[in-house]
């Protein structure tokens, strides 16, 4: 944008020096009777376009730069914004998987910490088996929930142990109740919530562990906390990660940071539960792929290489300079030939 305001500015200014040359040789040439004609209204009626197409453009482009920072320098002003960092998730490679593990360790984190507030409606106790614990465990898990069913002989619901193939049930049972026990706020469901931001991984783990005191100058209400990481840096959400707070089952130090990584690997694979699945499919594919591939090349070095070294030479006449066609004989048993003096050879 710099580039084309320099570009105008030069063209404004070589036109300025045209201007000037026409007006002194006319005024030179005919002196100053002639410049108070009529034909002197002409010529700076016609002067007068070019400026206005010059100043059109430059309006156009103020425009259009204010336009462009209106995203960067003027939103700046408005609200807080930090660039996320890049941390090294081990699933993000082209052949890694999760760690099943570090699964496991996230499901009691959100079990502990994230199931107060946040809910998890769209995944499974299914889903759990042979991805986070064995099929006995999350038999023992579903059974300490409980599940509205029914209704039964008389019409009426009622609660039960949940079962497999049962949702992970909320603790609020609708939006408002959800709503009035966190001062009006709405905890948002966290199944897909790392795909619901860009970069989301990196995100959610710097939210949970972004948590600070607020810089001089930015004033928060009751209820509110500052997280930079977060838009705007106001948020409803408390700190809730603080060290030692679980207990994990292999004995992993149950630091903030760690808390935070496992229910985030366990949060995106709620959103990316057939991860595993794509990768190893994929390998099959590129395993198929090479197979064919080596198939075509034998192939096409079987059949067609003695094809593409051939050479047909053809041996004219002496007198018409034309080919000699080779001469059809039958010998004495019926065996059909060709004369062994054919000039059309095959090399």
């Not at 084309?4 to 007006?23: G, L, P, W």
């Not at 009529?38 to 336009?67: E, H, N, V």
């Not at 039960?160 to 469901?189: F, H, I, M, Q, W």
């Not at 009751?222 to 840096?233: A, E, R, S, T, V």
Request: net charge positive.
């Amino acid at each position: 944008m710099m580039a084309a305001i320099v570009r105008v500015d030069r063209a404004v200014r070589t036109t300025c020096r045209k201007f000037s040359r026409q007006n002194r040789l006319y005024s030179s040439s005919n002196g100053v009777e002639w410049r108070e004609s009529g034909c002197c209204k002409t010529i700076r009626g016609k002067t007068m376009r070019p400026w206005l197409g010059i100043l059109a453009g430059m309006i156009g482009s103020c425009g259009a730069l204010l336009y462009y920072l209106n995203e960067s320098s003027v939103k700046a002003f408005g609200e807080l914004e930090i660039t996320l960092p890049k941390y090294p998730w081990a699933f993000k490679g082209v052949f890694s998987t999760f760690d099943h593990a570090a699964l496991r360790r996230g499901w009691t984190v959100y079990r502990t910490v994230c199931r107060t507030c946040h809910s998890l409606q769209y995944v499974r106790f299914l889903d759990l088996v042979d991805a986070t614990h064995t099929i006995e465990e999350v038999k023992q898990i579903a059974a300490e929930f409980e599940v509205e069913d029914g209704p039964d002989n008389e019409g009426n619901y009622y609660m039960r142990p949940a079962k497999l193939s049962d949702k992970v049930p909320s603790l609020y049972p609708n939006e408002e109740a959800a709503r009035a026990a966190n001062l009006g706020a709405y905890p948002p469901d966290l199944t897909y919530i790392t795909l619901a931001h860009h970069n989301g991984v990196n995100y959610i783990f710097s939210l949970l562990t972004g948590f600070m005191d607020p810089p001089a100058g930015i004033k928060l209400e009751d209820g509110q906390y500052f997280n930079p990481y977060f838009p705007g840096g106001r948020t409803s959400m408390p700190p809730m990660l603080y060290d030692g707070m679980v207990e994990y089952d292999d004995g992993t130090l149950a630091t903030e940071s760690q808390m935070a990584k496992d229910v985030v690997e366990f949060l995106f694979w709620t959103a990316n539960p057939e991860h595993d699945t794509r990768k190893v499919m994929m390998m099959k594919g590129l395993g198929i792929c090479l197979i064919l591939i080596a198939s075509l090349l034998h192939m096409n070095r079987r059949y067609w290489s003695h094809i593409r070294s051939r050479r047909l030479a053809y041996a004219p006449n002496s007198v018409s300079r034309e080919p000699q066609l080779p001469r059809v004989w039958h010998d004495e048993n019926g065996i059909r030939g060709t004369n062994k003096r054919n000039t059309l050879m095959k090399r």
